[in-house]
């Protein structure tokens, strides 16, 4: 059983040979954009309209709920495709049934440009998206940086994006997955452990930093009393700890969507664990892969790998690995036994995903993914602007690690 200690070894960086720009990203909300590319383009007729909006500075949560008072529309039947950063100039698409071009023509919401209105025949929903373009401005930067970018960039056009989760996916102390391994594990008090204690360096909160420290020395109703307000979860274990309620009593009691989000954390981990065992080569198929299409998001059984690499080499494929759930299909070969031998490892079984009112079902996702438009442009001697697109699911980040490596 692996130490619950041991965090994942560092991710390598696919481009090693070749030097980062170093930098600093999000100095201002303008430095980052992002644009949904959408799956389909509204038909122009139906009882469904498709807003696109910019928003600036909020989260799309925040956006949401903005349009629906203004619209006073319920913000739980509001459609939309993905979740856009709050730190960041984000242009997306909500769906309103019912209503019409001239409804949404006479509010005004702050935070919120309303940028088109148009109508559509069903609901939209999350994944109709084909991915995301970004332009993220890097300030702080050593000279001779947008060549470095665009070299960094060139390989990773030609070999692919490592499709893995960042440091975002794991919390503020980067231990979140610890948190979801113990929930599958049904070790409620080590889960509670993880949750409330262990402070982050990453933590600056000199308050938050003392509640976990009081968490730690025993000091129940002192951590609840320093825990932050904005820590849900964290407070609500401690107000049920505070009552004597049991580790599992408090577990069960934190918002689903946290609860979802920690088990899934776990999922990235295990996932981000099979694709640095295939580093640095992410292109080259196995036999007994699941090699994923990139034009129809489906994957098939790799038989005979040398006639299928070309299709790898043009990134039309590439190998998968799994997001492990109750439904998830393992590969064969070389590539199952690593997945079987890490699920071994971690103590897994695949029905171990099946929790009280919850089923993480699992998928396949491919180790890389391809990149798109990309292009630098240098802005002052320490500013470069790097643009590029990603398929859904797949984070900026990733790219900005291999072009800054810092």
Same mark, same amino acid.
């Given at each position: 059983m692996?130490d619950?200690r @041991?965090m994942?070894? !560092? $991710?390598p960086y696919?481009? /090693?040979d070749?030097?980062g720009t170093g930098g600093r990203?999000? %100095?201002?909300?303008?430095d980052f954009?992002?644009?949904?590319i #959408?799956l389909?383009?509204?038909a122009?007729?139906?009882?469904?309209?498709y807003v696109? *909006?910019?928003?600036?500075?909020? /989260?799309t949560?925040?956006?949401?709920g903005? &349009?629906a008072?203004a619209?006073?529309? #319920?913000?739980?039947?509001?459609?939309?495709? =993905?979740m856009?950063?709050?730190r960041?100039?984000? @242009?997306q698409t +909500?769906s309103?049934?019912?209503l019409?071009?001239e409804d949404?023509?006479r509010?005004?919401?702050p935070?919120? $440009?309303?940028?088109?209105?148009?109508r559509?025949?069903?609901? &939209?929903?999350?994944?109709?998206?084909? =991915?995301?373009?970004f332009?993220?401005r890097?300030r702080?930067?050593? !000279?001779?940086?947008d060549?470095a970018?665009?070299a960094?960039?060139?390989?990773?056009a030609?070999r692919?994006v #490592?499709?893995i989760?960042g440091a975002?996916r794991?919390g503020s102390?980067g231990d979140s997955w610890?948190?979801?391994r113990?929930?599958l594990?049904?070790d409620?008090d080590a889960?509670?452990?993880?949750?409330l204690?262990r402070p982050? %360096?990453?933590?600056?909160?000199e308050r938050?930093?003392?509640?976990?420290?009081?968490? %730690?020395a025993g000091? *129940?109703e002192g951590?609840?009393?320093?825990?932050p307000r904005s820590?849900t979860?964290?407070?609500r274990?401690?107000? *049920?700890?505070?009552?004597e309620g049991?580790?599992?009593?408090?577990?069960r009691?934190?918002?689903k969507?946290?609860?979802r *989000?920690l088990?899934s954390?776990?999922? /990235?981990?295990?996932?981000?664990r099979l694709?640095?065992d295939?580093?640095p080569?992410l292109?080259r198929?196995?036999?007994?892969?699941?090699?994923f299409?990139?034009?129809? =998001?489906?994957v098939f059984?790799?038989?005979? #790998?040398?006639a299928?690499?070309s299709r790898?080499?043009?990134?039309?494929?590439s190998p /998968?690995a799994p997001?492990?759930g109750t439904?998830?299909?393992l590969a064969?070969?070389?590539? =199952?036994r690593?997945?079987?031998?890490?699920l071994a490892e971690?103590?897994?079984?695949l029905?171990d995903?099946?929790l009280p009112?919850?089923?993480?079902?699992?998928e396949? @996702?491919?180790i @890389?993914v391809?990149?798109?438009d990309?292009r630098?442009? !240098? %802005?002052?001697d320490d500013?470069i602007?790097v643009g +590029?697109?990603?398929?859904r699911g797949s984070?900026?980040?990733?790219?900005l690690?291999?072009?800054?490596?810092?």
């Amino acid at each position: 059983m692996a130490d619950n200690r @041991r965090m994942s070894d !560092p $991710m390598p960086y696919l481009t /090693s040979d070749l030097p980062g720009t170093g930098g600093r990203i999000r %100095e201002r909300v303008e430095d980052f954009v992002v644009e949904e590319i #959408p799956l389909y383009e509204p038909a122009g007729v139906g009882d469904h309209l498709y807003v696109t *909006i910019q928003k600036a500075g909020i /989260s799309t949560h925040d956006a949401i709920g903005r &349009l629906a008072r203004a619209l006073r529309f #319920p913000a739980g039947r509001v459609g939309y495709a =993905g979740m856009k950063d709050a730190r960041a100039v984000a @242009r997306q698409t +909500f769906s309103f049934a019912g209503l019409s071009p001239e409804d949404v023509a006479r509010v005004s919401v702050p935070g919120v $440009m309303i940028l088109e209105a148009r109508r559509h025949k069903n609901k &939209l929903r999350v994944g109709h998206l084909r =991915g995301n373009r970004f332009l993220i401005r890097i300030r702080h930067v050593a !000279p001779g940086s947008d060549r470095a970018a665009e070299a960094v960039l060139e390989t990773l056009a030609r070999r692919g994006v #490592p499709n893995i989760y960042g440091a975002q996916r794991f919390g503020s102390k980067g231990d979140s997955w610890l948190v979801g391994r113990h929930i599958l594990r049904r070790d409620w008090d080590a889960a509670v452990d993880v949750l409330l204690g262990r402070p982050g %360096e990453k933590e600056k909160d000199e308050r938050l930093r003392e509640a976990r420290h009081r968490y %730690e020395a025993g000091d *129940i109703e002192g951590a609840y009393e320093l825990m932050p307000r904005s820590f849900t979860a964290e407070r609500r274990v401690l107000e *049920i700890l505070l009552r004597e309620g049991t580790p599992e009593q408090a577990m069960r009691r934190i918002p689903k969507s946290v609860y979802r *989000i920690l088990v899934s954390s776990y999922q /990235s981990w295990l996932f981000n664990r099979l694709v640095r065992d295939r580093f640095p080569d992410l292109g080259r198929l196995e036999k007994g892969d699941l090699a994923f299409l990139h034009d129809r =998001g489906a994957v098939f059984l790799v038989e005979d #790998p040398a006639a299928e690499q070309s299709r790898a080499d043009a990134l039309e494929v590439s190998p /998968s690995a799994p997001l492990f759930g109750t439904k998830t299909t393992l590969a064969e070969g070389e590539p =199952g036994r690593r997945e079987r031998e890490l699920l071994a490892e971690e103590d897994l079984d695949l029905e171990d995903f099946r929790l009280p009112g919850f089923r993480f079902t699992g998928e396949r @996702r491919p180790i @890389r993914v391809p990149l798109g438009d990309a292009r630098v442009r !240098p %802005e002052g001697d320490d500013v470069i602007l790097v643009g +590029f697109s990603l398929p859904r699911g797949s984070y900026a980040t990733t790219v900005l690690r291999e072009i800054m490596k810092n």
